[in-house]
């Protein structure tokens, strides 16, 4: 019998009706919200049989540009993850497979769960580069993890690196693992120099609450975090509130917001473009570390990406505008398809971890080169 669950740390399903082969499901919302997109569950009993899994409220879901040329995730380890046929038409979505096992998870991206970013946590602390601090509680009480990494000293720019203020974008938390195994390597030349140049503060993850719950885009209290950075508060937005108390402390220097965009299937930059008091030097700043960033990566471009905010008309409640407004800094947004690369297509694999590690190598690279420029 084939039987579908999601009761695990970051699922999100509910079951509509099971007819035979024919499974009809819908995405919850999440909590005191109306987003919703991420979906992770496990079905079992299915091996062998040619399984029709029916996403029903797909057309009413947060973005729905994100679902033409998609392909869901799947994996038998929860560790390898691989594409799926799947298909969008009259606003359902259609996901086509036949498992060759007993139990096989799906997922909208490839989880990053909460128990492998406590791991991850562990595994920087062993670094004698780090230092842990834990900001304060989120609303379900999970810590918010700040890594210090390097020593500061006159003259060196202050970097914050910050990842996942929406939770369902969790290739930001892949890219964040790849950062930091290359940033603790002590054998890596890259981040050897950057420390030498550079002071570090990384948050892998702005929304612990929304990742197990399994939401989107909100926190527990349905919050859009990337949408709270001028009158963050800790009934509603501490993860924010938090954050931008100790950067105020730190001062930045560079900001860097990792997160994941549903319709472009390309990797690209959004800056901050629009910012009340943008100078010459930030924007040549940015177009130095996207320059850079192309020489570094052949996954990343330029010709795709979001149209320029008009003229003092950014929002100044994301983060990257914030940063570059209070600070006066480099500050950008770093975009991740949920799809693919369709400059570079793995038919097989899609977009994945793996590449967001790798992607992030990449960034260290032009980041060092613009280093001597931060300020």
């Not at 909208?108 to 492998?116: D, E, I, L, T, V």
Request: hydrophobic share 35%; charged share 25%; proline share 6%.
């Amino acid at each position: 019998m084939i039987k579908i669950s999601s009761g695990f740390d970051a699922g999100n399903i509910a079951v509509e009706d099971i007819q035979g082969r024919t499974i009809d499901l819908k995405i919850n919302n999440d909590n005191h919200s109306h987003f919703y997109q991420w979906f992770y569950f496990r079905l079992t009993g299915g091996k062998a049989a040619d399984c029709m899994i029916r996403i029903m409220n797909a057309k009413g879901a947060a973005y729905v540009d994100g679902w033409p040329g998609y392909k869901a995730c799947a994996s038998y380890d929860r560790q390898n993850w691989f594409r799926v046929d799947t298909g969008y038409k009259d606003g359902i979505l259609e996901i086509r497979h036949m498992p060759e096992q007993d139990a096989i998870y799906y997922a909208y991206f490839a989880p990053y769960s909460m128990k492998r970013h406590g791991d991850l946590i562990a595994k920087s602390c062993q670094s004698p580069r780090v230092k842990l601090h834990v900001l304060g509680a989120t609303l379900d009480g999970q810590d918010l993890d700040l890594l210090e990494i390097g020593t500061p000293g006159e003259g060196k720019p202050t970097c914050w690196i910050i990842a996942r203020q929406h939770p369902g974008e969790t290739m930001a938390e892949w890219w964040m693992e790849g950062f930091l195994q290359h940033m603790l390597d002590e054998a890596n030349p890259v981040s050897k120099s950057l420390l030498d140049q550079c002071h570090f503060y990384v948050v892998p993850n702005m929304n612990p609450d929304g990742s197990r719950r399994g939401h989107l885009r909100t926190n527990a209290a349905g919050a859009n975090l990337n949408r709270e950075w001028m009158t963050p508060t800790m009934e509603r937005s501490p993860e924010v509130f938090l954050v931008r108390r100790k950067m105020q402390e730190t001062g930045a220097d560079f900001h860097l917001d990792v997160h994941g965009d549903e319709a472009l299937p390309y990797n690209f930059i959004a800056g901050f473009d629009g910012i009340p008091s943008v100078t010459e030097k930030q924007l040549a700043l940015l177009d130095r570390y996207k320059q850079e960033l192309l020489k570094a990566s052949d996954e990343f471009q330029t010709d795709h990406g979001y149209p320029a905010s008009a003229p003092g008309k950014a929002d100044l409640t994301m983060s990257t505008n914030y940063a570059a407004e209070h600070f006066g800094c480099l500050a950008m947004t770093l975009e991740m398809p949920f799809k693919d690369n369709a400059d570079k297509p793995d038919p097989v694999h899609g977009w994945s971890p793996a590449r967001c590690r790798n992607l992030a190598a990449s960034c260290m690279e032009a980041l060092l080169a613009v280093a001597p420029e931060l300020r």
